[in-house]
């Protein structure tokens, strides 16, 4: 070739490099790109027609200091494995990056009474201004009741995440609201109407009611409520009766709640807020090796059968059930050992029914999924927790009520479920358990990690909301 086209093809070879490293670097960049939820933006704020101003609360500042796993048969009721020594060690939490985490929450520093104060907890002799409980070097946290109070727990695992000194998952913890991508409301509601919804003489309001009442004082006076309206706020109220006095003038937050079976689509939307798995009541099954031939009982189902609103439909399940073969269904409660009882149901069907009761959810559906159990769901209102990353039908089997209660369709349609098909849902099953388990410290993709992200997939579009609101702000107008 000659002097002069060597001479014009080495700056365009040049180019070519340039542009090529450009585009790798752009590659590896995009790489840990995470997909937003595009989600409408919140609904207006609402009136509430419940007075709170004659009620006192304490503000307090919205400072925000803090004071290799065996494998197991089981996991117990706060999701530590049966052996201690199966718990996180030490040099595997020093590892963690909080530069990593997906969103950064600030939390408010209210009074106990909101929180582990339900749980009996006070602050120590010495440390009478305290707010959290002190869970450096190894401390155990308070725990939580248990029994059927343990199903709503939501709140107390996501605030013990943001607590933790090890904590290094989707969410990071900051100390200044301007920020946080989310501002976090600590208050136990759901225990808070389980253990304190009814008066005690001679008393004439119940307690609930008035920590309600206190929280919405509390809230209404922080800059970080005026300054959003709300809008990027994290309030629990996972128990579908929790914070009934309060939820229509908290309704500009983001709620984390179990279903929107008890809300106005006004106060409490899909768009809005986020679904929360129950903490299940049976025993993970961890080693599962019991396949298709190992579990005897075609379909299981043990509970309440009597329901009131859209819950009619298990009486009527039962009687064209009950008498079926392979088929067990039977009522159980907590009392009768129950979880015990549909722990081991579980572990030996094939199938588990998820019947709609008094509300669309149940916590029975979370029990099938850890129980490798593949859910039957018959409810026409549920919405269910992360679908819009989760695909529940590789592992879950849908029924409109309507043809549930025709005759000889269930069960038609279950026994063609071949072998084949069952084996892939049930092992698809043993991937997505992890996402349904409620644990401290919080594992990568568990229940708590899982709510974080998202809560993270809401953040733009409560963004756009916050920041069209502060188009003509006075702090914009050179005042």
């Given at each position: ?38 989600g409408l933006p919140v609904p207006t704020d609402t009136a509430t027609s419940t007075d709170f ?194 939820r229509e003038a908290l309704s500009p937050a983001v709620f984390v709640l179990s279903d929107f ?11 809005k807020d986020v679904i929360a798995p129950y903490k299940h009541m049976a025993k993970t099954f ?194």
């Open positions: 070739m000659a002097p002069r086209g060597r001479t014009l093809l080495l700056p365009l070879a040049a180019a070519t490099v340039l542009v090529a490293s450009t585009i790798f670097l752009f590659a590896a960049a995009g790489a840990k790109w995470r997909p937003a939820d595009a101003s004659a009620v006192p609360v304490t503000e307090t500042p919205s400072s925000n200091s803090t004071t290799g796993s065996k494998d197991l048969s089981f996991l117990d009721e706060n999701g530590q494995p049966d052996d201690p020594g199966g718990s996180t060690s030490a040099a595997e939490a020093a590892r963690c990056d909080p530069r990593a985490a997906t969103v950064r929450v600030f939390m408010y520093d209210m009074p106990p009474e909101f929180h582990f104060g339900l749980l009996g907890w006070s602050p120590p002799a010495g440390a009478a201004d305290a707010v959290w409980p002190d869970l450096t070097n190894g401390a155990a946290p308070p725990r939580y009741p248990g029994g059927l109070n343990q199903q709503h727990s939501v709140a107390y695992w996501l605030t013990l995440d943001l607590l933790s000194p090890s904590s290094c998952g989707a969410a990071v913890r900051v100390a200044d609201a301007r920020d946080a991508d989310l501002v976090f409301v600590p208050f136990f509601a759901s225990l808070s109407y389980n253990r304190h919804s009814r008066p005690v003489p001679p008393e004439k309001v119940s307690r609930d009611k008035v920590l309600q009442e206190k929280l919405v004082r509390y809230l209404m006076a922080q800059p970080e409520w005026k300054r959003s309206g709300g809008a990027d706020h994290v309030i629990v109220p996972h128990h579908p009766n929790s914070l009934l006095y309060a079976g008890r809300y106005h689509p006004r106060v409490a939307n899909l768009e961890v080693n599962d090796s019991a396949g298709f031939d190992e579990r005897p009982t075609l379909l299981y189902f043990r509970g309440a059968i009597y329901r009131k609103e859209g819950g009619s439909i298990r009486q009527e399940l039962y009687y064209m059930l009950k008498d079926e073969k392979d088929v067990y269904f039977a009522f159980g409660s907590v009392q009768d050992h129950g979880a015990s009882k549909a722990s081991q149901g579980m572990h030996s069907s094939k199938f588990c029914l998820n019947i709609a009761g008094d509300t669309p959810s149940s916590n029975r559906l979370f029990d099938a999924i850890v129980s490798h159990c593949i859910p039957v769901i018959i409810s026409d209102d549920i919405e269910l927790p992360y679908e819009d990353v989760l695909d529940y039908s590789k592992f879950s089997i849908f029924v409109r009520s309507s043809d549930a209660v025709k005759k000889g369709y269930l069960m038609a349609l279950i026994r063609g479920v071949s072998k084949q098909k069952w084996t892939s849902m049930w092992n698809r099953l043993k991937e997505v358990d992890k996402h349904y388990e409620y644990q401290y410290p919080s594992k990568k993709d568990d229940a708590v990690q899982m709510i974080w992200q998202a809560l993270a997939r809401k953040v733009p579009a409560f963004g756009l909301k916050v920041h069209r609101s502060n188009r003509f702000s006075k702090s914009d107008r050179g005042k």
